[in-house]
Nanobody
Framework: QVHLVESGGGSVQAGGSLRLSCAPS????????MAWFRQVPGKEREVVAI????????YYADSVTGRFTISQDSVKDTLYLQMSSLKPEDTGRYYC?????????????????????WGQGTQVTVSS
């Protein structure tokens, strides 16, 4: 069982920056991917960025490429999402997720249904 706890959300004006953190309760060699998803009311949860925990290039949604950076602390395994040049359309609840599997084919999934563990989410509000 992996518990994820997010922090770092808040309200910011357009053009500002925020850094989200996701602290896992335990470290598992079978967690091959960690990701940030975003959800707004009435819409499906969408992937923002994916981090390959055992190496590999991160993935970013087109809407955040060049503005967001996903990373992981190599000691604490805390996952981060550095968000810069924020836009009102970045507003939403951000969730950290972990993909746990004993057989990893090498490609992290982009769909939320394939992620096994989720945090409670943290709200990000960007005003214009």
């Amino acid at each position: 069982q992996v518990h994820l706890v997010e922090s770092g959300g808040g309200s910011v004006q357009a053009g500002g920056s925020l850094r989200l953190s996701c602290a896992p309760s335990t470290v598992s060699w079978n967690v091959h991917c960690m990701a940030w998803f975003r959800q707004v009311p009435g819409k499906e949860r969408e992937v923002v960025a994916i981090f390959y925990t055992n190496g590999g290039s991160p993935y970013y949604a087109d809407s955040v490429t060049g503005r967001f950076t996903i990373s992981q602390d190599s000691v604490k395994d805390t996952l981060y999402l550095q968000m810069s040049s924020l836009k009102p359309e970045d507003t939403g609840r951000y969730y950290c997720a972990a993909y746990w599997t004993t057989f990893f084919a090498g490609l992290c999934p982009a769909g939320p249904n394939e992620y096994n563990y989720w945090g409670q989410g943290t709200q990000v509000t960007v005003s214009s």
